[in-house]
């Protein structure tokens, strides 16, 4: 097949084409077996092919497979709402709206906030990643592809370091940028939120420094700034919890949600204080195919199988694996070039690092070829894509899951 009607300004990670997939395997055209460990990256924590998730969708293409929200309700789309605010772990009322995908989910935010707020400037981070739309680009902590030849972005937007162990920023260090940037840089009146993953995911798998979210919370509450967690990639378990927010003992204003929403249909979801969510007018909020019904009943049966046990069990399964795992390399002296290892949960990280501390990205671009040819699929993140990470469905066969890490090993051994 050709892809020269293709843009050649997607970049492909894995030059194959592939056919089919089932829970935490692939198969390309040519009938070759993989194990996946990208998932759609972040999509898949269900895995391939979900036997409820696929249910649902054959039953719901019989009934209805589109309805614009706004011009006549649907019933998947009440309904996933009710299932999906209740399933949101805080305690004050929420409501919101479904989108296409996480970016959407990010872009309405900002329109959520600078009317609640009357205020424009956002504050960003080090190493995010919050979508490839216009004004998404300018909230991303990273110039190289992203934000190259497409000239001046919406804004203003200001990015603080990213304070996490994994990167070995300090709340202190973060907290002292914060208090220069609002010396310098911009009135602290004048910011409408700061938008956080609670663990970063294009960013290398960092987990954000627990005293400096509670800091951020007092902060903003404080100067009447407004909180935005994106739990794009995080959420729906790939922590070991509903979402990672959780673990840092606070509660976002706004959340962004998408990815493992629905098993991997398109959809995502901007959801917070209701107050919020209703201050737009009407018509202020809303999307041709945002909450697509089709996309409403994957997400629904993808609600059905993210119980908190199932939940806890997954996470702490794969967690348990890849620690194991790591440990026994470190001790191993598997490869000179083993690094830290990042993340929480099954949200893990590998670093790929020289003698020096300084980052292995050669070294990660053979290993991404060599697990291919062995039948693993990996993904590379982190500022000079140096850090592997592993995002394996979350019902991935134990068995499975220990033969990934068995070609992994086997790889490592290989880098030079």
């Known amino acids: 097949m050709s892809r020269e009607t293709i843009s050649q300004s997607i970049s492909i990670v894995h030059p194959i084409s592939l056919s089919h997939g089932k829970n935490a395997e692939v198969w390309d055209t040519s009938g070759k077996r993989y194990i996946d460990f990208v998932g759609g990256i972040g999509v898949l924590n269900l895995g391939h092919c979900h036997p409820g998730v696929v249910e649902a969708i054959r039953d719901q293409a019989t009934q209805l497979t589109h309805y614009a929200f706004n011009a006549a309700p649907h019933t998947p789309y009440i309904e996933l709402m009710d299932r999906l605010t209740a399933f949101i772990p805080v305690d004050y009322p929420v409501s919101g709206m479904l989108t296409n995908s996480g970016a959407e989910a990010a872009e309405n935010a900002l329109k959520i906030v600078r009317g609640a707020t009357g205020r424009t400037a956002v504050i960003a981070f080090d190493g995010a990643f919050h979508g490839r739309t216009l004004a998404t680009l300018n909230l991303n902590g990273k110039v190289a592809p992203y934000k190259q030849k497409v000239g001046v972005l919406p804004g203003p937007v200001y990015h603080l370091p990213y304070p996490s162990a994994d990167n070995g920023v300090t709340c202190a260090e973060a907290l002292k940028a914060m208090d220069r940037l609002f010396s310098v840089e911009i009135d602290v009146n004048d910011v409408a939120c700061f938008i956080i993953e609670p663990v970063q995911g294009e960013g290398g798998f960092l987990a954000l420094d627990i ?9 903003c509450d404080e100067n009447n700034i407004l909180l935005i967690v994106d739990e794009i990639q995080s959420g729906f378990g790939r922590t070991g919890e509903r979402f990672a927010f959780s673990r840092l003992g606070i509660e976002p204003d706004l959340i962004l949600l998408g990815k493992s929403i629905a098993g991997g249909v398109p959809l ?37 199988a993210m119980t908190d046990e199932h939940l806890k069990t997954w996470g702490l399964q794969q967690e348990e694996a890849i620690v194991s795992r790591y ?14 290892l990042t993340g929480v949960g099954a949200m893990r990280g590998i670093e790929l690092a020289n003698a020096d501390g300084t980052p292995a990205s050669k070294q990660l671009t053979q290993l991404l070829g060599l697990a291919r040819d062995a039948g693993l699929l990996l993904m590379p993140s982190g500022k000079s894509r140096h850090i592997i990470r592993l995002l394996a469905p979350l019902t991935i066969e134990p068995a499975v899951l220990e033969e990934g890490l068995d070609i992994l090993e086997a790889c490592l051994k290989q880098l030079d």
């Not at 005293?211 to 902060?219: D, G, N, S």
């Not at 959801?271 to 994957?298: E, F, H, Q, W």
């Not at 440990?327 to 830290?340: K, M, N, V």
């Open 211 to 219: 005293e400096f979210a509670q800091a951020l919370r007092r902060f």
């Open 268 to 304: 995502g979801a901007v959801v917070g204080r209701k107050a919020l969510m209703d201050n737009l007018p009407k018509g202020g909020l809303g999307g041709t195919y945002s909450g697509n019904p089709i996309a409403c009943a994957a997400a629904l049966a993808t609600l059905d």
């Open 327 to 340: 440990q026994t390399w470190c001790a191993q002296g598997l490869t000179p070039y083993l690094g830290r």
